[in-house]
């Protein structure tokens, strides 16, 4: 059986983009419809209460859509709103972000992990669950990346402003000796090539999650019978809930090259 319906994928804004790149290069014959909120971006200090509700009205959109699975690529959604969205959707496969601490923690070699993410993901049992089960023994940084969201939003991230952010974020995690930073949001990535510049001369590896992500919705294709027929030409479409411009801005970043 094929499902040539296409898989949803939503972030407050631009940073989903991330994971959108992920899932079309393992499953190029898929068709996407990503929801990039933008009118209420940035999530990362809303209350759980409000990331919950604009969380549920993006799902609730994408599924209206035709949407056979969707995936919430924003850490700070994940963290307040996927058990509930799991709960209230039970007929869609509903794939979150997981923060990439235990594969930081696990390979770690200096005993010192730093993890980059929105306050409201720090600040969720999603994260702080993970870090007390792997972290034992592991010195794990927590540090908002803050002005990390808007500098992306803004399409800055290649700015100085950008690299006095990103240095001042990871400066306590280098002095500590951290050998891995873990990425734990999905607008960060626009950040890496500056992250690698600022990392330049530490033994440092930097852990996005999004390619775990990509293959756990492969896995739930699978077991579930979803997967697009082979012929099926795959179509890829971008809604907001900010203006048209906003829209077009998103298909030009879904193409754009990390620099």
């Not at 990103?166 to 990425?183: C, H, N, Q, S, W």
């Amino acid at each position: 059986m094929n499902d040539n319906r296409p898989i949803g994928i939503y972030d407050s804004g631009l940073g989903g983009l991330s994971v959108w790149r992920e899932v079309r290069k393992v499953l190029p014959g898929e068709s996407l419809v990503y929801l990039g909120d933008g009118k209420n971006c940035p999530y990362g200090s809303r209350s759980r209460e409000e990331v919950r509700d604009l969380a549920d009205k993006a799902v609730g959109h994408l599924i209206g859509r035709g949407c056979k699975m969707v995936v919430v690529a924003c850490n700070t959604a994940t963290a307040a709103a996927i058990d509930f969205l799991r709960e209230k959707y039970p007929d869609i496969p509903i794939v979150g972000m997981e923060p990439a601490v235990k594969p930081a923690c696990l390979t770690t070699r200096t005993g010192v992990v730093g993890v980059l993410a929105t306050e409201r993901s720090l600040d969720g049992d999603l994260f702080r669950r993970t870090a007390a089960r792997y972290g034992r023994g592991v010195e794990v940084i927590p540090v908002a990346g803050r002005g990390f969201v808007e500098l992306v939003e803004q399409d800055r991230e290649q700015t100085p402003e950008a690299e006095a952010c990103v240095r001042e974020a990871v400066g306590e995690m280098l002095r500590k000796g951290a050998d891995r930073i873990v990425l734990g949001c999905t607008h960060y990535p626009f950040l890496k090539p500056v992250l690698e510049r600022v990392v330049r001369g530490y033994d440092v590896e930097i852990i996005d999650p999004s390619p775990a992500v990509a293959r756990r919705v492969v896995q739930l294709l699978r077991e579930g019978g979803l997967e697009a027929g082979e012929g099926h030409r795959a179509e890829y479409s971008f809604v907001t809930f900010a203006d048209e411009e906003y829209r077009l801005r998103l298909e030009r970043k879904a193409e754009q090259p990390l620099k």
